[in-house]
């Protein structure tokens, strides 16, 4: 313990000594590390980041770093379902890397009518009524909805 003390203090006194003198006390130079080329240690995908290594061939000193996501590449995008006038359709894209599919799906047209027509008009007392021709797109038609029947200010009911 003796020892120590008088070691620490030798150590205060030269350097006392050191500075009053004039001469400064140089530290040791900074290690320049000397890396190896980076080695992949995950690849990137496309949907998680990768990291990569180099080694400073001086210390052993590993530096890491993040390499990001790659991100999906998509391929064309092709219907696989057509909608039609009561029932939508679907279309799908796929990543040219990993094969994940995206599938979006594409609203239904509704029918398209060719003409509508009045068959009764509506009257203070009775609703009236109107009949739509066939759609254009898929052929159904013959549809009669009521329609109701009209507030005529003054008019009398009977």
Same mark, same amino acid.
């Given at each position: 313990m003796k020892m120590r003390k008088f070691g620490n203090m030798a150590l205060i006194v030269a350097l006392t000594a050191a500075i009053s003198f004039g001469c400064a006390v140089q530290p040791d130079p900074v290690h320049t590390h000397t890396f190896t080329a980076w080695e992949t240690e995950?690849?990137?995908? *496309? +949907? =998680?980041? /990768?990291? @990569? $290594? %180099?080694? &400073? #061939?001086?210390c052993g000193f590993d530096e890491t770093k993040?390499?990001?996501?790659?991100?999906?590449?998509?391929?064309?995008?092709?219907?696989?379902?057509?909608?039609? *006038? +009561? =029932?939508? /359709?679907? @279309? $799908? %894209?796929? &990543? #040219?890397?990993?094969?994940?599919?995206?599938k979006t799906p594409i609203p239904a047209l509704g029918h398209q009518w060719k003409t509508e027509t009045v068959v009764r008009k509506a009257t203070c007392t009775e609703a009236g009524e109107k009949r739509t021709d066939e759609?254009?797109?898929?052929?159904?038609?013959?549809?009669?909805p009521p329609f109701p029947q009209r507030d005529i200010p003054g008019a009398r009911r009977r």
């Amino acid at each position: 313990m003796k020892m120590r003390k008088f070691g620490n203090m030798a150590l205060i006194v030269a350097l006392t000594a050191a500075i009053s003198f004039g001469c400064a006390v140089q530290p040791d130079p900074v290690h320049t590390h000397t890396f190896t080329a980076w080695e992949t240690e995950r690849a990137a995908s *496309c +949907t =998680e980041d /990768g990291k @990569s $290594v %180099r080694h &400073c #061939t001086d210390c052993g000193f590993d530096e890491t770093k993040t390499v990001p996501a790659t991100g999906h590449k998509w391929g064309e995008t092709v219907k696989t379902a057509s909608p039609t *006038c +009561t =029932e939508k /359709g679907e @279309s $799908v %894209r796929r &990543c #040219t890397v990993c094969k994940f599919e995206e599938k979006t799906p594409i609203p239904a047209l509704g029918h398209q009518w060719k003409t509508e027509t009045v068959v009764r008009k509506a009257t203070c007392t009775e609703a009236g009524e109107k009949r739509t021709d066939e759609c254009i797109r898929c052929g159904a038609g013959g549809e009669t909805p009521p329609f109701p029947q009209r507030d005529i200010p003054g008019a009398r009911r009977r």
